[in-house]
């Protein structure tokens, strides 16, 4: 699936001071909100020029894998865990995150249903763009079955679906 990039975007779970932890979470955050309206160009907007996936997929490659999903299903991402590591001498910063995926349509009824989507673990690059914010340099993703998901995920996902 080709939302890891998205699902990695969008990463600002806790409040506090504004630290570079901090900016880069709500860099995420608001990079799944555009995923989750299906504005391409946001998303693409977000990512480096030089962008590139695990699959060897560039920027305009991973435009069009978006874009295809984009037209078929709805889209919502639940955030769960995120560990950041910030910037080193070169610029980059890593981000090691957790997302629930559900389509729209699952969505109405996940209360009903115990689980209707799939967790996902990305390992994310990001670098500095000049002035001020991040792109999006480099992505992983995988399938990961809840057993598997971090601490911190998981207790999130049990708000999320009571009784799970």
Not at 3 to 30: H, Q
Not at 122 to 137: K, M, Q, T
Not at 141 to 152: A, K
Request: glycine fraction near 10%; aromatic fraction near 10%.
């Amino acid at each position: 699936m080709g939302l890891g990039v998205l699902a990695a975007a969008g990463l600002a779970l806790f409040c506090g001071p504004s630290s570079e932890e901090a900016r880069i979470k709500a860099f995420l955050k608001d990079t799944v909100a555009l995923a989750e309206k299906k504005d391409l160009a946001g998303v693409m907007s977000r990512l480096a020029e030089d962008y590139s996936d695990f699959e060897g997929r560039d920027k305009p490659a991973t435009g069009a894998l978006l874009g295809d999903y984009f037209r078929r299903t709805g889209i919502v991402i639940h955030l769960l865990g995120a560990r950041v590591t910030p910037a080193g001498p070169d610029g980059q910063a890593s981000v090691e995150a957790e997302a629930f995926f559900s389509s729209g349509a699952a969505e109405v009824f996940r209360r009903l249903v115990r689980v209707a989507g799939e967790c996902y673990r990305f390992e994310v690059r990001l670098a500095r763009s000049p002035g001020p914010g991040w792109r999006i340099v480099w992505a992983r993703w995988e399938s990961v079955p809840m057993s598997d998901l971090f601490p911190e995920s998981l207790a999130l996902l049990r708000k999320l679906f009571p009784g799970l």
